[in-house]
């Protein structure tokens, strides 16, 4: 079963860069890397998506391991807004029944 | 641009009832789908619609439905309600749905069931 594993928590300093790292080892060639992330009492929102290079946008950088076991998500510049729990998503092909399997997402927390 | 809307934001039900919850999309997404969030299971797909026809199927018992209607509207339904049922119902929608590259999800807010 396709499945991400995340770190429970992370702590970063505001305006420093955080990186957030997802193991996804059972991946395969056709499943999509997804990350949303989750602010209290929201429902999660989109920040990026990648199959096998890196992607870059306003919000965040997607790193892709060359064996697409692991990925990284890069907030640049981490602010007080960016605290959130953060979700590593394998978007997986069923038998053209596309599915977004979670995992149990990061939470972070951004230090003033 | 109006977000994604679902009603209502709370409610209490009892065992062996059922509940019926809203999602309207944004205006132009043919697509709209339903999680289940629990703090024991996370965030857990139940299914997808797609101009008019559940598109896509997580693995929930047959207790839970959805339709969609013309408008892109959608509601779900959950019959003979159990104490496990109490979590965040979020209906997300989106152009193309789920299968495309596209990959974006708009969510809503939720709707908060508990289940006494």
């Known amino acids: 079963d396709a499945k991400t594993t995340q770190p429970n928590s992370m702590e970063s300093n505001e305006e420093e860069p955080v990186h957030l790292p997802c193991n996804h080892s059972?991946?395969?060639?056709?499943?999509?890397i997804h990350w949303y992330r989750q602010l209290p009492s929201q429902g999660p929102e989109y920040v990026i998506h990648g199959l096998t290079s890196n992607v870059n946008n306003r919000m965040a950088s997607l790193a892709i391991a060359e064996d697409r076991k692991s990925s990284t998500l890069i907030l640049h510049r981490a602010t007080l807004r960016d605290a959130a729990v953060y979700y590593c998503i394998l978007r997986v092909d069923l038998r053209s029944n596309y599915q977004l399997i979670w995992g149990a997402g990061t939470k972070l927390i951004i230090k003033p | 641009k109006a977000g994604v809307t679902q009603t209502p934001r709370y409610l209490i039900k009892t065992r062996g009832q059922q509940v019926t919850l809203s999602c309207s999309p944004i205006?132009?997404?043919?697509?709209v789908s339903w999680y289940q969030q629990t703090p024991g299971q996370g965030l857990q797909f139940l299914f997808e619609y797609f101009s008019e026809t559940q598109r896509n199927k997580g693995n929930f018992p047959g207790r839970f439905s959805g339709r969609q209607f013309s408008n892109s509207r959608s509601e779900m339904n959950v019959s003979t309600l159990e104490l496990g049922d109490s979590a965040l119902y979020l209906c997300?929608?989106?152009?193309?749905?789920?299968?495309?590259?596209?990959?974006?999800?708009?969510f809503g807010e939720g709707s908060r069931l508990t289940v006494l």
């Open positions: 997300a929608s989106s152009l193309r749905g789920q299968g495309a590259n596209t990959g974006e999800l708009f």
């Open positions: 205006s132009g997404h043919r697509s």
């Open positions: 059972t991946i395969s060639g056709t499943d999509y």
